[in-house]
């Protein structure tokens, strides 16, 4: 399918960790930007980090030193590692390419952080 699909979130009490995953059958998945993106209940959708064909990465200020972006291209996947999460971080998390694509936007997985 050309859309992305995200799996690996749930529930996480503050200070955990998850690792998200995110895969396409689009098989020039090694040439594209990648980003992550979320979007909190009542916020718009805010970009998170990006990870270039390159392997140059970016993050939000949010972010910053505690996610980490990365990719295996001989599986067509894009992980978000996330470390020492926040309740702020609860949101809907997206990947698409960066700068996103419209039509392949997926359904998202969903991250809650709370104890």
């Known amino acids: 399918q050309a859309q992305f699909v995200e799996s690996g979130g749930g529930l996480v009490q503050p200070g955990g960790s998850l690792t998200l995953s995110c895969t396409t059958s689009?098989?020039?998945?090694?040439?594209?930007?990648m980003g992550w993106y979320r979007q909190a209940p009542g916020k718009e959708r805010e970009w998170v980090a990006k990870?270039?064909?390159?392997?140059?990465?970016t993050y939000a200020d949010a972010v910053k030193g505690r996610f980490t972006i990365s990719r295996d291209n001989t599986r067509t996947t894009a992980f978000l590692q996330m470390n020492g999460l926040k309740p702020e971080d609860t949101a809907v998390y997206y990947c698409?390419?960066?700068?996103?694509?419209?039509?392949?936007w997926g359904q998202g997985t969903q991250v809650t952080v709370s104890s």
């Open positions: 990870g270039t064909d390159g392997g140059r990465t």
């Open positions: 698409n390419e960066d700068p996103p694509r419209t039509a392949y």
């Open positions: 689009r098989t020039r998945f090694r040439f594209y930007s």
